[in-house]
């Protein structure tokens, strides 16, 4: 599923809101914005961005432009809204969360990679996001049944509540539980040396797809398994130079290539991208 914030119905259901915060005195002090993703051009501790995805459905699991199978409400009124009589069927709602810590928008000019401006309007942009489900199959479905509505619930908040997890802050268990799996990072330099070299911080050149997605080429695979030496331990000291190897075994017969790769890191400039 795709949606973006100009879709229909979208800036009337108040699907998009981008908010510049600052830390005061144990709380945040923000300015926001409605409708649209836009870049301030002053500096915030931090500048948070949420799409909500429409929840209005046909029935189909998806359609060609993966978007118009889903529809906003009809009335302006969220999720609390009417749906279309082209789409009757009611989901939950998707949302997408991102924050961009330490912003410094009196100090660059922050972008979108697809080049989707609000004409007249100088830092607003069209914001869309993809949706793609991994999550273990029936486990949705679960937390709606398990999830029981608040008690104390006013029209428009979150119902159920956002975690819906067993524990002090919440009444409910929705069945949702803490991963203690949680990954290492993975290191900017590491992805540039095995997988893209392509800047994702600051640039001296802005990648703009414009509707192609066409980015920089995969870099070919050298490895056959995902081992630690593959990875650096301090992403501010980053393996550039790493011997990795790829091994083949056919009955008896074991036969081992090793490869060496460089790479240089580019040099800081002034100007940063977001996508």
Known sequence: MIAASNDPGGAESGSMLTEGCNFRNNGENCNFWEGQLFFPRQNYDFLGIALAMPTCWTGEID????????????????IEGDCPSTHPRRLPQVQVFIRIPNYR???FNYVLSDGNTIPGTDGAWNFHTDFFNGWEEGKFQEIMDNCAPHPDRIPG?????????????SLYDGGLTPNDN??????????????????????????????????????????????ADLFSTDCNNPITTTSTSSTTTTGTTTTTSTTTSTTTQPPPTTTTTTS
């Open 63 to 78: 359609s060609p432009d993966h978007k118009s199978h889903m529809a906003y409400t009809t009335n302006g009124g969220g």
């Open 105 to 107: 928008g009196a100090d």
């Open 157 to 169: 908040d979150y119902n159920p509540p956002c975690d819906c997890t067993p524990g002090e802050e």
């Open 182 to 227: 949680v990954p290492i990072q993975v290191c900017d330099a590491d992805v540039k040396r095995l997988i893209v070299d392509e800047e994702i911080a600051v640039t001296d050149s802005v990648p703009l797809y414009s509707g192609s997605c066409q980015g920089a080429p995969m870099i070919p695979r050298t490895w056959t398994d995902l081992t």
